[in-house]
């Protein structure tokens, strides 16, 4: 079965400066990829996802995020982070249909914190 | 215009109570979902339905019954509610239930098991 791995469960950065959120997933395949962000009290909002082509994938709000097969990674950047970037940031993995159904596979999350 | 809205936000109870929390959708789509999320945050699905059948049913007490009276409503009933039940209920839909699809979350249930 699929699974992803966050490594950092908090992360601090200064606003205007460059993130980059780590996700490593554990799949025989090409899996799909997604990054999800949770602002405080909100549900989930899709930030990108990845299934196959290119591997830099462009997201809303100025996320990025990179698939590298041999590193079995999907990192999520942004240049300059704004302070309304604080948030839960969820990476998820998803076999492709016909392996173990519709299911998403979620990471613990990385909080991320923007200092002034 | 709220695409997924989940009633009620906040749900305070006793051990051994049964409560239900509701969903509903007004984007058309065929699949919903129930997630659980605990306090650590830990995200897991619960349940899928795709056009009012279930297709997804993780390890999940039977205490928990997924009902969808039709494809836009997908309510969670809990019976004999337990201390570990205390948890982030989110619902989800999605236009066929395709992984490739977008998922669209609700604000959460929040529910508190005293």
């Known amino acids: 079965a699929q699974s992803v791995t966050q490594p950092d469960i908090h992360i601090t950065v200064s606003e205007g400066a460059s993130l980059e959120l780590r996700c490593n997933y554990s799949y025989g395949a090409t899996p799909y990829l997604f990054w999800y962000v949770q602002s405080p009290g909100q549900g989930l909002q899709l930030l990108l996802k990845?299934?196959?082509?290119?591997?830099l994938v462009q997201g809303i709000k100025g996320f990025e995020a990179e698939f590298k097969r041999s590193q079995s990674s999907f990192n999520l950047r942004k240049p300059s982070v704004h302070w309304s970037d604080a948030a839960e940031y969820f990476c998820a993995v998803g076999a492709p249909e016909g392996d173990s159904g519709y299911a998403l596979n979620f990471g613990k999350g990385t909080s991320l914190l923007v200092t002034p | 215009d709220t695409a997924v809205s989940q009633t009620p936000k906040y749900l305070v109870t006793q051990m051994g109570n049964d409560k239900s929390i509701k969903c509903e959708q007004n984007?058309?789509?065929?699949?919903m979902y129930w997630y659980k999320q605990d306090s650590k945050k830990f995200l897991k699905i619960m349940f899928s339905?795709?056009?009012?059948?279930?297709?997804i049913n993780e390890t999940v007490p039977n205490r928990f019954s997924p009902k969808s009276p039709d494809k836009a409503h997908l309510n969670l009933h809990i019976n004999s509610l337990e201390l570990g039940d205390s948890a982030v209920y989110f619902c989800?839909?999605?236009?066929?239930?395709?992984?490739?699809?977008?998922?669209?979350f609700g604000p959460g249930t929040r529910l508190l098991v005293l």
């Open positions: 984007l058309g789509h065929d699949t």
């Open positions: 990845y299934f196959s082509g290119d591997t």
């Open positions: 339905y795709n056009n009012k059948e279930l297709i």
């Open positions: 989800a839909s999605s236009q066929e239930g395709r992984l490739r699809e977008t998922q669209y």
